[in-house]
């Protein structure tokens, strides 16, 4: 295996464990607010978006409506679909079942491991290990924390949200060595922080996202051609 391949492994697991860990708070919140079991597993199953699956059972357990809470996490699931056209030249289009398969896998932490890989080979191993990692890692502790309940008491004592920010962090820290990247990292950050107190869980990404798509196109302190 090459030494690009390598850090491509070391990348997606390094970002899909911690990830796929916290997916106990999201079994246990579930339970807490009203979804059995199975209803809890078989939204991480099918759904498989952290932040749209949060945002559901955030809606619920505060006494939301049926509908209110699948707008909201349509809302917040609607992000996919960006990630989805800049990974299609990483994952191809052929053939069809793995185009279903990528579009499943396609979420925050598959797309960022992904671009942040030389382009190739490195990109589609971040990926699809990422994606794949997450999924059954993710499902996985969704039953265990769904099953174990107010056994585990509140997850964030054990720090795995803070594991996953950090594995983040940890992808985009190589990535700001010029000016326009740091703009955007820095007008995103500011953005999601301000927005935080304000807005359901989430939301505050959609806007952070839309402000970073608004600095890129614009080229705010990016480099120009003479």
């Keep these: 295996m ?3 391949d390598s850090a491509a492994w070391r990348a ?6 911690p990830v796929a860990a916290y997916g106990i708070s999201f079994g246990a919140l579930s339970v807490a607010s009203g979804l059995d079991v199975w209803q809890t597993s078989v939204l991480s199953l099918l759904m498989f978006s952290g932040g749209s699956q949060f945002a559901l059972i955030g809606v619920l357990a505060g006494g939301g409506t049926g509908g209110a809470a699948i707008a909201g996490a349509a809302l917040l699931g609607a992000r996919n679909s960006f990630y989805a056209m ?8 052929r053939p069809i079942w793995r185009t279903l398969v ?7 932490e598959s797309t960022a491991v992904a671009i942040s890989q030389p382009p190739g080979r490195a990109q589609r191993i971040g990926f699809w290990v ?3 990692a997450i999924f059954i890692g993710w499902n996985a ?3 265990a924390g769904a099953l174990l309940g107010d056994l585990l008491g509140d997850p964030r004592a054990y720090g795995l949200d803070a594991a996953a920010a950090a594995a ?3 992808l985009l820290w190589p990535r700001l060595h010029a000016r326009q990247p740091i703009a955007v990292a820095v007008a995103a950050a500011v953005v999601a922080t301000a927005l935080t107190p304000a807005l359901p869980t989430g939301l505050p990404v959609l806007a952070a996202a839309a402000v970073a798509v608004v600095v890129g196109l614009t080229d705010w302190l990016g480099r120009r051609e003479p």
Excluded at 12 to 17: F, Y
């Design 2 to 4: 090459s030494p690009t």
């Design 12 to 17: 997606a697991l390094s970002v899909a464990l």
């Design 86 to 93: 800049r990974m299609a030249s990483v994952v191809g289009r």
């Design 102 to 108: 990528a579009a499943h896998l396609t979420i925050d």
């Design 130 to 132: 990422t994606g794949a």
């Design 141 to 143: 502790t969704t039953l």
């Design 168 to 170: 983040f962090v940890g």
